[in-house]
């Protein structure tokens, strides 16, 4: 079986497109040496696409073109000409394809949350992804409240949407260098104990109920702690970000910027709390990376958090800030809660791995092969 898969989104360095497509495919190939594998790509000159020089049975086209006008309809062309019996990738497929498709939809964010788009976006959004779900031999989608929001939206038969979770990496673990953690963490000017938050920018994580969480704690409990937030900036309003600006506190508010995946794990590690107060995801992978890490988790209890975290964090109306601070409060000022946090944390994150999603990627070709 020969297996193309959409691989540019690999190359957007900072997002969750790029982590899953990453550990997605690296599982993949790592794990299945019977199936001829086509990596279709920006540039395959750049250096993270040597880490598939290794594998006999893998290969590399280059596309060359980043405009989805030009990639889209010229991927049609190349899985034609390369005899692609299944072809992976994600919300959007060639409008002429020979095989069969295998279309990831993380979530319906375009529809719950359309702010975070632009005008252009959000329409085209709204109208390829439809057309390419109903098109799809199989769609993928990474829990079950998403797969239950798209047959809802769409009407369609759930017997054509599967579950592949996500995973958190092999770097994901318990830090195993304290001083060099120390020195990772204070160059990011962090010169205190800390509450973390890591993901994108935008209005749908609601960093402005975070802040004000913070600032309650900060005027209420006298907490000492900075609160770091890690990321890019992706859509934040101008409202939002004045709210941010407003806090009295605001000196003790870190914006750490992009974070090299390698200073994720000891970041996490030396936080005495991860908070996570979106209003909406697919599945909330930075939940996951914390609690592989050893630290306590405090999230929202919307759409699919609570697959992710299960009982093993404090789940929080992330639209009540007081119910944030409070929830924060009780694990920072109680090392008992704390203690048992990271323990459940360690064996909720046990059930989600890479190698599973790569497993169930290959359930989902067989299922096509042999329809």
Not at 83 to 90: L, S
Not at 196 to 216: C, D, E, H, P, Q
Not at 335 to 357: C, H, I, N, P, Y
Request: hydrophobic share 40%; proline share 6%; aromatic share 10%.
């Amino acid at each position: 079986m020969r297996l193309g898969i959409d691989f540019h989104l690999a190359e957007r360095e900072g997002t969750g497109n790029c982590t899953y497509m990453r550990n997605l495919v690296e599982s993949l190939v790592k794990a299945d040496r019977d199936n001829e594998y086509i990596l279709y790509v920006t540039d395959a000159r750049l250096p993270y696409y040597s880490t598939f020089k290794s594998f006999p049975k893998v290969r590399l086209r280059s596309l060359k073109f980043k405009s989805p006008f030009l990639r889209i309809p010229l991927l049609g062309l190349m899985t034609f000409m390369d005899g692609i019996d299944i072809f992976h990738t994600n919300y959007y497929g060639p409008p002429f394809f020979r095989g069969k498709m295998i279309l990831t939809v993380h979530d319906l964010s375009f529809l719950h949350i359309p702010e975070c788009f632009t005008n252009f976006e959000r329409v085209k959004d709204q109208v390829l992804i439809p057309r390419n779900i109903r098109k799809a031999g199989k769609v993928l989608t990474v829990s079950e409240y998403s797969k239950q929001d798209i047959i809802n939206n769409y009407h369609i038969s759930p017997d054509h949407v599967e579950v592949g979770y996500n995973g958190a990496g092999p770097i994901f673990k318990p830090i195993a260098d304290p001083q060099r953690a120390s020195d990772v963490v204070r160059g990011y000017g962090i010169s205190k104990k800390y509450i973390l938050y890591v993901g994108r920018l935008n209005k749908r994580k609601n960093l402005s109920s975070l802040v004000k969480a913070f600032t309650i704690l900060k005027e209420t409990k006298n907490i000492p702690h900075q609160l770091v937030i890690g990321g890019i900036k992706d859509f934040l309003p101008s409202d939002e970000m004045e709210s941010i600006n407003s806090s009295s506190y605001k000196n003790d508010i870190i914006f750490t910027g992009y974070l090299p995946e390698e200073h994720l794990p000891l970041l996490y590690g030396l936080a005495d709390v991860f908070v996570y107060p979106s209003l909406y995801e697919g599945f909330g992978l930075p939940c996951l990376e914390a609690m592989s890490c050893g630290c306590p988790v405090v999230s929202s209890n919307l759409t699919s958090l609570p697959e992710v975290v299960g009982d093993a964090g404090i789940l929080v109306n992330p639209l009540n800030v007081h119910e944030i601070s409070q929830a924060i409060f009780e694990v920072i000022s109680n090392d008992g809660l704390r203690s048992e946090m990271v323990l459940k944390g360690f064996e909720q994150a046990k059930q989600f791995s890479w190698e599973k999603t790569a497993k169930k990627m290959l359930e989902v070709c067989e299922k096509l092969i042999h329809e």
